[in-house]
């Protein structure tokens, strides 16, 4: 069973940056697509952020592009999400995914989630 954790979440003023973390199981990040999502009030809907795949492409939210950026290490089994120049729009929680390949985008629907960290931008 795939495992993940994510860390790095807070609260932060409008204009900063945070970096979240996602701890996977072995192999995980190597052999699976993987990617950042968040639901934000009040639709609460989970939205894709950004995607990596295993060639290490990646794909962003138009919200985000310029603002985040989504890599791994293959070798720590750990996902980050960079996020700089954060909204108070970007307030929500944010979820570590992955699913097997084929990878697609945003829209691929992902099997194996973490618990969740909030992210809170203030004005």
Do not use: H
């Amino acid at each position: 069973q795939v495992r993940l954790v994510e860390s790095g979440g807070g609260s932060v003023a409008a204009g900063g940056s945070l970096q979240l973390s996602c701890t996977a199981s072995e192999y995980t990040p190597r052999r699976r697509c993987m990617g950042w999502f968040r639901r934000r009030a009040p639709v609460n809907e989970r939205e894709g952020v950004a995607t990596i795949d295993t060639r290490g492409l990646t794909t962003y939210a138009d919200s985000v592009k310029g603002r985040f950026s989504v890599s791994k290490d293959n070798a720590k089994n750990i996902l980050w999400l960079q996020m700089n120049s954060l909204k108070p729009e970007d307030t929500g929680m944010y979820y570590c995914g992955t699913t097997p390949p084929p990878c697609g985008g945003l829209d691929l629907q992902y099997k194996d989630w973490g618990q969740g960290t909030q992210v809170t931008v203030s004005s």
